[in-house]
């Protein structure tokens, strides 16, 4: 709603909080699939809502990969010179 100023101005700030609350959320609960998510946020850098963050993207989709989510090997064989 924040990010497309649905109900409000666009405001990507708050679009990225929201956003980070709830995949921050997920990954407490253990939910694999929020660490590709937040990986695939800090790669694509999110059209300005998350920073772009190779670093931080490779973390997160490693953290996903050894949960056995063959998308995420896929990514990291292209951004790394060892894949999973």
């Not at 809502?49 to 949960?67: M, N, R, S």
Request: a positive charge.
């Amino acid at each position: 709603m924040h990010k497309h100023g649905i109900g409000g101005a666009k405001d990507e700030a708050r679009a990225a909080e929201f956003q980070m609350k709830g995949i921050s959320k997920g990954i407490e609960q253990g939910d694999h699939f929020c660490q590709f998510v937040l990986g695939n946020r800090y790669l694509t850098g999110e059209g300005g809502v998350f920073a772009k963050d190779e670093a931080k993207a490779v973390k997160w989709l490693h953290k996903d990969a050894e949960g056995g989510h063959k998308q995420a090997k896929e990514i990291l064989s292209t951004l790394t010179a060892s894949p999973i």
